[in-house]
């Protein structure tokens, strides 16, 4: 299969080129060979390298960046992502859009299913969500995969934990979350797009927890004496909101793909073991 990897240069777009590169033609492509924001341009290179599928991996992914560049982030999240829904349909190529827990607004305690309302309570999570429903409205071959708080690749958040000293760390918010290895994504992903069962999904290890408590396992793993302080959103000035509830169900996943997703303690263990500390 020939896929044309967007946002190859951010941590998931990267890391997925790199696993399809196994057993796919891969086509990777950043914002340095690809201006998403740009629609001709976008069609005229779908059309010229005629992909299988087109994952859009591409986007403005820091949260406050978002929040302090309303105009950029809609921009480049929905409308760039609205070009490459159009050269999809038009040359009738499936499209994979990586999107976001953050698309949920955060008022459930239970997890969130795929058709539960969507109540964004930020602007990346607003944009996000802008672009779902272009692609729901333009294209008929579609599969929209919402993740959470993926770690693993190159930007990793337990790996800049473990880098810093011995000072207590901070995380903003102790919501309750999903997190995800970037590994078990990418499997996915690879299942997902071999199949015509389209639609939008819940793509998260399973297990509900607090970011907190995700960082203190990682420590308790690596037996290090850390304090780990969750950090209200309220007390920082030009931090964007984050929802306090975005554990999601994966159901669907496993009732389509029979992909059934690890617990989250069991892929931090898998991803810890790949790793070393000083």
């Given at each position: 299969?020939?896929?044309?990897?967007?946002?190859?240069?951010?941590?998931?777009?990267?890391?997925?080129?790199?696993?399809?590169?196994?057993?796919?033609?891969?086509?990777?492509?950043?914002?340095?060979?690809?201006?998403?924001?740009?629609?001709?341009?976008?069609?005229?290179?779908?059309?010229?390298?005629?992909?299988?599928?087109?994952?859009?991996?591409?986007?403005?992914?820091?949260?406050?960046?978002?929040?302090?560049?309303?105009?950029?982030?809609?921009?480049?999240?929905?409308?760039?992502?609205?070009?490459?829904?159009?050269?999809?349909?038009?040359?009738?190529?499936?499209?994979?859009?990586?999107?976001?827990?953050?698309?949920?607004?955060?008022?459930?305690?239970?997890?969130?299913?795929?058709?539960?309302?969507?109540?964004?309570?930020?602007?990346?999570?607003?944009?996000k969500l802008a672009a779902e429903k272009?692609?729901?409205?333009?294209?008929?071959?579609?599969?929209?995969?919402?993740?959470?708080?993926?770690?693993?690749?190159?930007?990793?958040?337990?790996?800049?934990?473990?880098?810093?000293?011995?000072?207590?760390?901070?995380?903003?918010?102790?919501?309750?979350?999903?997190?995800?290895?970037?590994?078990?994504?990418?499997?996915?992903?690879?299942?997902?797009?071999?199949?015509?069962?389209?639609?939008?999904?819940?793509?998260?290890?399973?297990?509900?927890?607090?970011?907190?408590?995700?960082?203190?396992?990682?420590?308790?793993?690596?037996?290090?004496?850390?304090?780990?302080?969750?950090?209200?959103?309220?007390?920082?000035?030009?931090?964007?909101?984050?929802?306090?509830?975005?554990?999601?169900?994966?159901?669907?996943?496993?009732?389509?793909?029979?992909?059934?997703?690890?617990?989250?303690?069991?892929?931090?263990?898998?991803?810890?073991?790949?790793?070393?500390?000083?």
């Open positions: 299969m020939k896929i044309m990897v967007l946002g190859s240069s951010g941590n998931i777009g990267n890391y997925l080129s790199n696993y399809l590169k196994k057993q796919h033609q891969v086509i990777a492509l950043d914002k340095d060979n690809l201006d998403i924001t740009d629609k001709d341009l976008v069609l005229q290179q779908v059309q010229s390298y005629s992909p299988d599928v087109v994952i859009q991996a591409a986007g403005l992914s820091d949260i406050d960046f978002c929040e302090n560049h309303e105009t950029e982030s809609y921009t480049v999240n929905t409308l760039g992502t609205l070009n490459v829904a159009y050269a999809c349909n038009s040359l009738s190529i499936p499209i994979v859009y990586i999107s976001s827990a953050y698309v949920y607004g955060g008022e459930k305690h239970s997890p969130y299913f795929e058709t539960d309302k969507c109540t964004p309570i930020n602007i990346y999570g607003k944009s272009l692609i729901r409205t333009i294209c008929s071959k579609y599969f929209i995969i919402r993740t959470s708080w993926c770690f693993g690749g190159n930007d990793c958040y337990i790996k800049k934990a473990l880098s810093q000293s011995n000072t207590p760390i901070f995380l903003i918010s102790n919501a309750v979350i999903n997190p995800t290895y970037i590994e078990d994504l990418c499997s996915s992903v690879s299942q997902i797009i071999a199949s015509d069962f389209y639609g939008v999904y819940n793509c998260v290890n399973e297990g509900a927890v607090s970011k907190v408590d995700v960082i203190k396992y990682v420590f308790e793993y690596f037996n290090l004496q850390k304090n780990v302080l969750p950090l209200a959103t309220e007390a920082i000035t030009n931090i964007a909101p984050r929802p306090s509830y975005t554990a999601m169900n994966t159901c669907l996943l496993y009732n389509c793909f029979n992909i059934k997703m690890p617990s989250w303690q069991d892929s931090v263990k898998n991803y810890l073991g790949t790793i070393s500390i000083k």
